[in-house]
């Protein structure tokens, strides 16, 4: 969508960038709007005529006005198609924002899990403790070899 040999030489910010699409994609989509428009006011205005010598080239006509409003359709369709991709492919800030959440989710699993394992080590640290002063306190407790 560069148009002209000054717009590759000047560097351009991202939101000049998604400006001069965004104009591109709107006179694209008035273009095909307004021969959508024409060619039905076309037809309407062909089909009130009822001369029959004039039949043969209203059909035509209107066959024209008709395809015409399917390739206005079809563009139509393939703009959305572009809108959509370039949503899809360029919207970094929506991907920077989702994986910014999934960072902090992953870090708060992250430090959720080591209190966790602070505690179970603290937990058995204390019960070995208890074990070794149990053991060797004991009374039973066979003499060595």
């Known amino acids: ?8 030489l000047t560097p351009q910010t991202r939101g000049e960038v998604l400006f001069r699409d965004q104009q591109f994609f709107q006179k694209q989509i008035d273009s095909k709007i307004m021969q ?9 205005k062909i ?9 043969a080239s ?28 370039n949503l899809i492919l360029n919207d970094f800030s929506t991907m920077a924002e989702e994986v910014r959440i ?8 992250n430090e959720r899990t080591n209190k966790s394992i ?12 208890e074990l070794e002063d149990e053991y060797y306190n004991s009374s039973y407790k066979l003499p060595p070899k």
């Open 1 to 8: 969508m560069n148009t002209g040999a000054n717009s590759s």
């Open 36 to 44: 959508l428009l024409e060619n039905y006011h076309n037809i309407i």
């Open 47 to 55: 089909s009130k005529v009822n001369d029959p010598l004039k039949n």
């Open 58 to 85: 209203e059909i035509y006509e209107m066959e024209t006005r008709t395809s015409n409003m399917l390739n206005a359709g079809e563009g139509l369709l393939k703009i959305i198609e572009e809108l959509k991709q």
């Open 102 to 109: 999934q960072n902090l989710v992953y870090h708060k699993e």
């Open 118 to 129: 602070k505690l179970i080590s603290e937990e058995l640290s204390r019960s070995l403790k």
